[in-house]
């Protein structure tokens, strides 16, 4: 089993040309172009992530990112198999391309800016509601508060002082901004995730 990632990202004509740069600079670490991720029309992109239980965080580190720099994307997550890999991953295929990028079609109708499908109606039906919850304050997330997030779950063993270190903040000040972020919800939620699609995925 497998994961792809399929985004946009909202309102690129409003932003300035820096944020193509800024996207290759965040999605570099996460495997090679074009095999595992690529940038097409413009604003587009997709991701594979081979072990589907990193597929939650990776989406929420890339929302993260893109809010530090005042910018967002609209992201689905298919789950499933990869039956066709090409050079290319906009060119591969299996159900996990085909649940990304249906779902994706969704999303703006939905108005929503993340969600999954992994092809069992109560896993994400139960799924895509914690979402829109968690959504709730994720998609207003500010420069300060979305920094926090992205080096937080990057660098998952600092301390809050040493997150601090990084920052150029004090700790008193990473505290309010964990806090204010609701990162402690977030990563509750993401191994919750983590449980429930082992168990899906489980043979």
């Known amino acids: 089993m497998t994961s792809v990632i399929t985004a946009d990202i909202i ?30 029309r413009g604003d587009e ?6 072990n589907p239980e990193d597929a939650l965080l990776t989406a929420i580190l890339i929302k993260a990112q893109l809010r530090a720099i005042k910018s967002d994307a609209r992201m689905s ?12 991953i906009s060119e591969s295929n299996g159900s ?9 079609e969704t999303l703006k109708k939905q108005k929503v800016t993340l969600a999954l499908r992994t092809g069992s109606t109560d896993f994400d039906e139960k799924f895509n509601l914690m979402l829109q919850l968690a959504l ?3 998609d207003s997330w500010l420069v300060q508060s979305a920094e926090f ?10 301390s809050q002082e040493e997150l601090g270190q990084k920052l150029g903040i004090n700790q008193a000040a ?15 939620l993401d191994r919750y995730f983590r449980t429930q699609i082992k168990q899906l995925t489980a043979p």
């Open 77 to 88: 997550i298919g789950f499933g198999d990869k039956t066709h890999n090409a050079e290319r």
């Open 149 to 158: 997030v992205a080096l937080a779950i990057e660098n998952p063993t600092l």
């Open 96 to 104: 996990a391309f085909i649940h990304s990028g249906e779902l994706f």
């Open 136 to 138: 709730t304050f994720m």
């Open 11 to 40: 309102g690129s004509r409003q932003q300035s040309e820096h944020w193509v740069n800024n996207l290759k600079k965040i999605l570099a670490p996460l495997g090679n172009t074009p095999s595992q991720w690529e940038i097409y």
């Open 45 to 50: 992109f997709q991701i594979e992530v081979t």
């Open 174 to 188: 990473v505290s309010r901004r964990q806090k204010r972020a609701q990162f402690d919800l977030v990563m509750n």
